[in-house]
């Protein structure tokens, strides 16, 4: 594994900025001296007290639209602010412990992207791939134009742009849409960047296929683990833990080597609470996250039950991508009991950093109890998750433990050893074997 050390501890808090401060989309796009992005440093003590370590930034370059066309990478978007603004909000995060991961948008660019705009006016082409006499774009879209990958320049350039903002205080990269960039891009970029910032971590963006071997062969730290997600949300929707259990599976092996970044919600999906048929499942979900191996990230709102369906249409994103106004407004009582959920469980997660690197075994399974070990070395956990409309019942012994702490879990007695303890109908338990 090649991550950093640090990375074993950190919890991301993912907010998609130009969304959150109500940048994209607005009727009248905000200029510079409105400094918007600041508005994030007010969430910080609020990302702190859920526990989380790291804040995880989407597009912050200058762009046209939703931020993933790029115009300049060497520019905060001016509907955000400026360089200094960027600058406050990383010196506001260090001060509280956390981590900054930005996104970086290197497989297209914008329709306004300097370059190319000069090689549509009939000027060097070479920075871009052609096909027929065509430009290519990024699945279709007009506006998104793909970038040279075999392009020195284009590979210089990347190097370039990444180090300047870790230069200025970010701590890795999220590299967007890296499934579709070729992987030997990403081996000469990448090595470059560690010999010069050895502690950034890099993230490449891949939803389908052989996970590792995009590690292996493009070097990246981790990828974001979309099978683990859909897993835990489907598994829980149709009352079939099998398929849960299989998933795990190949996260074991995922594991052996490299730390995927797992999910259960991001700007991209729907909100895990409009996902779930059944609202009280998103403990669930959350408890699979928090207990499994695995470099966890929470989307911003999705601690305190936010809602949002993503649509395959223009504007489909935006539901998922709302702006906030301030903590705890307007979230309700379920929202309250997700939130304090969440600090439990992150803190669970943050007192158990060994849990990073974790494998499961399964103990129980069935279509509506699933049963799981979380393991590493001599540090065990045991949880337990039922979607049936009865209560399951637990033996520890019948398990192979003598006895077990119980930790977490739904109207679970804090700290009490049990031998046997009973799963309520739709409710989960995390227990400590000792």
Not at 115 to 130: C, K, P, V
Not at 208 to 231: I, M, P, R
Not at 352 to 357: Q, V
């Amino acid at each position: 594994m090649t991550e950093p050390a640090w990375v074993e501890h950190v919890i991301w808090w993912q907010i998609y900025p130009l969304g959150f401060v109500g940048a994209h989309p607005a009727d009248v796009a905000p200029t510079a001296d409105e400094h918007r992005i600041r508005r994030i440093v007010d969430w910080l003590d609020y990302a702190v007290e859920l526990g989380a370590s790291g804040l995880a930034l989407g597009p912050v370059f200058a762009s046209r639209t939703h931020g993933y066309d790029t115009t300049d990478h060497y520019r905060i978007d001016p509907r955000l602010g400026d360089d200094s603004d960027f600058d406050h909000l990383v010196a506001e995060a260090r001060q509280r412990g956390l981590r900054v991961l930005l996104d970086g948008v290197f497989n297209h660019v914008g329709a306004d992207f300097p370059r190319y705009r000069e090689a549509a006016d009939g000027g060097d082409t070479s920075w871009f791939l052609q096909r027929d006499g065509n430009f290519v774009t990024f699945e279709g879209h007009d506006g998104l134009i793909t970038l040279n990958h075999r392009n020195a320049e284009v590979i210089d350039y990347t190097v370039d742009v990444m180090c300047h903002w870790l230069g200025r205080g970010a701590d890795g990269w999220r590299l967007d849409a890296a499934y579709a960039v070729p992987d030997r891009f990403w081996a000469q970029v990448l090595p470059r960047m560690r010999a010069m910032h050895p502690q950034a971590w890099f993230v490449g963006e891949v939803i389908h296929g052989d996970y590792g071997a995009h590690v292996n062969q493009a070097g990246f730290d981790s990828v974001t683990q979309y099978e683990l997600w859909k897993s835990i949300w489907s598994s829980l929707n149709d009352a079939n833990f099998h398929e849960l259990d299989w998933t795990l599976t190949r996260h074991n092996e995922f594991l052996d080597t490299f730390v995927p970044m797992t999910f259960i919600g991001n700007h991209d999906v729907t909100r895990i609470a409009s996902m779930l048929t059944n609202p009280d499942h998103v403990e669930h979900a959350l408890a699979v996250l928090m207990t499994t191996g695995g470099t966890p990230s929470i989307y911003a709102g999705d601690e305190s039950a936010y809602r949002g369906v993503k649509e395959e249409r223009f504007g489909g994103d935006d539901a998922v991508r709302p702006e906030f106004d301030s903590p705890h407004k307007g979230v309700g009582e379920h929202g309250v009991q997700v939130y304090r959920a969440h600090q439990h469980l992150i803190g669970l997660r943050r007192r158990h950093p060994w849990l990073h690197t974790a494998r499961t075994t399964p103990l129980h399974v069935t279509n509506h109890g699933y049963v799981y070990a979380a393991r590493n070395g001599d540090h065990t956990l045991v949880v337990a998750l039922n979607v049936d409309d009865a209560a399951m019942p637990l033996s520890l012994p019948a398990l192979g433990f003598t006895a077990g702490e119980m930790v977490a879990g739904s109207g679970a007695p804090p700290s009490e050893v049990v031998v046997d303890a009973v799963v309520p109908p739709h409710g989960w338990l995390v227990l400590e074997p000792r």
